[in-house]
């Protein structure tokens, strides 16, 4: 596909998008469209780390990244998975990930959101993050294989703690079986990463004061569940009535 009918296909096309079902549509070589119902099974569940463009058609910088994008994704094809979300048509996303901008490029490792980046990033400094990204990825060594099964028995954990949390106040957790697995699995990936239950839906700074307001329970999930219905992560929810 050439650059322009490239551009078109994402900016210009006129067919309406369903949003009631995933969605993944390939626009080039290693590069997809997605919607918010194929995130889990397209990031989440990615064996490639991705790098994933939330966009709006509207915005000159978004347009101006796409033939970038475009060019690393044929680059890094095998390595690094390359996906667009669409904010205006998947708006959760956006919510999910505290997007104030756009574009803003996630890097995801595992399932686990490792970077984000917000505003035109250019060829070089791209590169620069996927390269970043890449050095952390170093398959399955026998640290990693004994991680992975300390991460299952942590998940059970987390599981046990995060129904006892909601049951006391007053919470439920996620219905969905496969949405609530990947946040536990996110939060036993963190605390046998960084000792605590961070977010794993929020970035861990490094700064410990800071990064405290972001251990689960965080201290947003009280006002994100009275407004939103559930929590940043969609682990708790408000309970119906
Ligand atoms: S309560 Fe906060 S920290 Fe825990 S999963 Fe929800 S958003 Fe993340």
Do not use: A
């Given at each position: 596909m050439g650059l322009g009918s490239f551009i078109g296909s994402i900016f210009g096309r006129q067919e309406q998008v369903k949003f009631n079902e995933p969605v993944v549509e390939e626009?080039?070589?290693?590069l997809f469209m997605i919607n918010t119902l194929a995130f889990e099974a397209e990031v989440g569940h990615s064996e490639l780390p991705v790098v994933v463009d939330c966009f709006t058609k509207t915005c000159p910088p978004c347009k101006k990244m796409g033939p970038v994008f475009e060019k690393l994704a044929c680059e890094y094809e095998s390595k690094v998975k390359f996906i667009k979300i669409d904010l205006k048509g998947s708006p959760e996303i956006g919510k999910r990930f505290n997007i104030l901008g756009v574009p803003t490029l996630l890097f995801f490792k595992d399932g686990d959101l490792e970077n984000n980046v917000v505003g035109y990033t250019n060829e070089d400094k791209l590169r620069e993050h996927l390269d970043n990204l890449l050095e952390q990825q170093?398959?399955?060594s026998p640290s990693e294989v004994e991680n992975m099964t300390n991460n299952e028995s942590t998940k059970e954990d987390m599981h046990v703690w995060t129904s006892k949390y909601a049951d006391k106040a007053g919470y439920m957790l996620n219905p969905d079986e496969e949405s609530l697995h990947l946040v536990l699995e996110g939060l036993a990936r963190n605390r046998n990463k960084h000792g605590k239950n961070y977010?794993?839906?929020?970035?861990?700074?490094?700064?410990e004061q800071e990064d405290k307001k972001i251990?689960?329970?965080?201290?947003y999930h009280k006002d994100e569940i009275s407004n939103d219905g559930s929590c940043h992560c969609d682990l708790f929810f408000k309970k119906k009535d």
């Open positions: 626009l080039n070589k290693n170093s398959g399955n977010c794993p839906c929020r970035i861990v700074t490094g700064d251990i689960c329970p965080c201290i």
